[in-house]
């Protein structure tokens, strides 16, 4: 029997198991209650979906089959129809913990033992090399008799990767609040996740809800990471006792965590022990602990350590200081290494930080930020998945920025291949491949590793985002806007896609749609200088030219960034605003407010001081920057037409004869249909005295399709446009 017969409609037999109700589905599997016909008793069938190609299932049943403890479901069989995979268990009476705390709360002792019982089982499992690594209300059934029984135990891991996952479950939020957070950041599962898991749960029987009830999703696992469970809120009437067991089995650094179930069982035995009739009430207090029924301790002598200390203080102190002189003499050599070891490291505040620059990834120098805090965890643990995966993105951004650097882009395509090596159900790890792929240019394996990142984490932003970025550059419009529209809807409170849906529009020309999407985004998130650049031009493109200065004026007083800057200069250039314009572009490569390593806004700001009376000095200075700055990119690209045609134009402006000749002379062959290096290249004849190549390069940068109205506004040009020569030739060559 095939998956679509299962999954289609429920069938009436399943290979010779006779199928009743459906007891369940969830992210890896539906499950029935059966009639064995064979053996004639009645069993539980979890049919597998998502079973990725090659998975057995065999050794991992054996090893769940070879638990002796009774808390474990028995897995009768593993059957293998067509094309998946059936699981044959008993069939266990009773309701689930979730169940359980929908109806009827359980007492402080029950909760104890419940937990006694599940830690007791998985002390065994723990020993035989087994984690469970799902533990949560929904998968412990508790029998009407009280015993409780364990489900799912192992099997998803193998049988479905996707399963293990936090986000394909029906209730994805359900397994993120019990998930520990080096699981969350990337880290391979260990029995102290199970401790963690269980930990929660204990919490949760006991106050009635989870940790950060009101959250779900990605919100929900940066909740888990980022805090600690001595925050999490607590009724006054539970005593001191329960919350410092849940926080010892909850804590974020694993070396302050219980580090086994047997610690577990035996912290329970002595709070059971303490006093079980008040242990059983709400009203239990730790006075109530009867503390004669402790061990004696041995009697000792009683020594006045107060009148010892004060009769001998001078000659203690002058021993101190000697003895710290002597220490400090010695180790002197040694400070800076033991500062070092001694500052705060904090792995999850690493990478909350470096998360946080990567939002910005706009701006080169929060990649910078990023890169510190990635490459600090990965010090401390090189197999951080979550971490080199994220260092891959840096990369990924930075090669966009920086002109294509591809060294970057190497750099970005190893860590992200790394990453899947060391974890492939992380979903950051597929997201980091798949634009390393599109960035490369092969979209299609791009998709399919984004697909890939869905099906781990379909909630998840980032898997969205970089969805619909690939679906851009693979040139399908229609299907990113359709994925835009899903994920703006989705992610109602993330400005992110309303300024990539505006991004969409804008590339149709509905501008006016595109103001009102990134006016929404602004709205929710105002601190994101490409949204207001991106709602500037549109304005711009509406002939909006006072509006969008406002714009750009208004997120410059919340963060002031050389993107901004060099937007407002452009900006007021088109207005005719020559002074301004400068005043904008020098705050875009001044280094407190923007960034001087660009070139590219170097070379507007000497653009815009040729119009500017007495400042043609300052313009060629600004012109030897920009061609400074282009050289070392050069060197690593010498056949590059952009970046030849600016260093040829740079040198013209700048008066270096020469070295603008030479690099025209690199160009040929490369700009035939390249119209804006054919503009520069005539341009710079212009600046050279060479008229006549001038205009024929003019020329053929108009017939190329290079805009008129930029010829017309260059200020180089002027004679050039009066000259018969320019106005005789046809537009076309």
């Known amino acids: 029997m095939s998956v679509t017969q299962v999954t289609a409609q429920q069938p009436e037999f399943l290979l010779h198991y006779q199928l009743g109700q459906s007891l369940g589905e969830g992210g890896f599997g539906q499950v029935f209650q059966a009639w064995d016909t064979k053996l004639h008793r009645q069993v539980a069938i979890k049919y597998l979906k998502n079973v990725s190609a090659g998975v057995d299932l065999l050794r991992e049943a054996r090893l769940a089959a070879s638990l002796q403890h009774p808390a474990f479901v028995k897995v009768h069989a593993l059957e293998q129809t067509s094309d998946s995979q059936a699981i044959v268990m008993e069939m266990v009476p009773g309701r689930t913990l979730r169940q359980l705390l929908e109806t009827q709360p359980p007492s402080i002792h029950q909760v104890l033992d419940i937990v006694r019982q599940v830690a007791q089982a998985m002390q065994e499992a723990h020993a035989a090399g087994l984690i469970h690594g799902d533990l949560k209300p929904s998968n412990l059934m508790q029998e009407p008799g009280g015993a409780v029984r364990i489900l799912d135990f192992g099997l998803a891991s193998q049988a479905d990767r996707d399963a293990t996952t936090s986000v394909v479950q029906a209730d994805p939020q359900g397994t993120i609040a019990y998930m520990a957070p080096e699981i969350l950041t990337g880290a391979s599962m260990r029995a102290c996740s199970d401790i963690y898991a269980l930990g929660v749960i204990l919490y949760e029987l006991l ?9 779900s999703g990605l919100a929900l696992a940066a909740a888990v990471i980022q805090s600690n469970s001595d925050q999490w809120p607590w009724p006054d009437h539970l005593p001191l006792a329960l919350r410092q067991l849940v926080r010892a089995m909850t804590a974020r650094q694993l070396e302050n965590r219980i580090a086994s179930m047997q610690e577990v069982v035996l912290q329970i035995n002595q709070l059971i022990a303490l006093d079980p009739p008040s242990m059983g009430s709400a009203s239990f207090k730790m006075s109530g602990i009867n503390l004669a029924a402790l061990p004696p301790q041995d009697e000792a002598p009683i020594v006045n350590w107060r009148r010892l200390f004060k009769s001998s203080r001078p000659i203690l102190l002058v021993f101190i200081v ?16 033991v500062e070092t070891q001694l500052k705060n490291y904090s792995e999850a505040r690493e990478m909350k930080a470096g998360l946080a620059a990567l939002e910005q990834a706009d701006r080169a120098e929060m990649l910078d930020q990023a890169e510190v805090h990635f490459t600090r965890i990965l010090e401390q643990t090189p197999e951080h998945t979550a971490a080199r995966a994220s260092l891959a993105l840096v990369d990924s951004y930075r090669y966009v920025l920086d002109a294509q650097n591809t060294a970057a882009l190497e750099r970005a395509e190893a860590n992200a291949k790394k990453a899947l090596e060391q974890n492939d159900f992380l979903a950051l790890t597929h997201i980091a491949y798949s634009r390393v792929l599109s960035l490369r240019g092969q979209h299609e394996a791009a998709q399919q590793e984004i697909d890939r990142a869905f099906a781990l984490d379909p909630k998840n932003p980032q898997v969205w985002l970089n969805k619909i970025l690939g679906q851009l550059r693979a040139e399908k419009v229609k299907e990113a806007m359709e994925s835009a529209q899903q994920a703006a809807q989705l992610f109602s409170q993330n400005a992110g896609f309303s300024h990539q ?4 529009y804008v590339s149709q020309q509905n ?15 105002s601190a994101n200088a490409a949204t207001y650049i991106g709602l500037a031009r549109a304005q711009v493109k509406l002939n909006q030219i006072e509006e969008a200065i406002q714009t750009l004026q208004q997120g410059l007083k919340l963060r002031e960034t050389g993107e901004l800057y060099a937007e407002l200069g452009d900006t007021l250039f088109l207005r005719g605003d020559y002074v301004g314009a400068a005043t904008a572009y020098e705050r875009a490569v001044n280094k407190v407010t923007g960034n001087p390593e660009d070139f590219r806004t170097w070379a507007k700001y000497a653009d815009t001081l040729q ?7 300052s313009a060629k200075n600004a012109y030897a920057t920009a061609r400074d700055l282009i050289k070392p990119k050069l060197d690593k690209s010498p056949k590059d037409a952009d970046l030849l045609s600016r260093t040829a134009l740079y040198n013209a402006k700048n008066g270096d004869i020469s070295a603008a000749h030479e690099a025209i002379a690199a160009l040929d062959g490369l700009i035939e249909q390249n119209p804006l290096a054919q503009f520069r290249v005539g341009v710079s004849y ?8 001038a205009v024929a390069a003019v020329l053929k940068a108009r017939s190329l399709g290079y805009p008129t109205k930029l010829i017309d506004a260059d200020p180089d040009l002027v004679s050039l446009r009066r000259d018969p020569l320019y106005l005789r030739k046809p537009s076309k060559l």
Do not use: C
Not at 322 to 337: D, E, H, K, N
């Open 207 to 215: 106050t009635g809800s989870r940790p950060f009830a009101n959250l």
């Open 322 to 337: 000697l003895i710290l002189a002597f220490v400090g003499w010695q180790t002197q050599p040694y400070w800076s290494r």
């Open 501 to 504: 849906l505006a991004e969409i």
């Open 511 to 525: 501008y006016s749609m595109a103001v009102e999407l990134y006016q929404q985004s602004i709205e929710r998130s």
């Open 611 to 617: 119009w500017i009376p007495g400042r043609m000095d």
């Open 686 to 693: 212009e600046v050279l005295g060479k008229r006549e190549a």
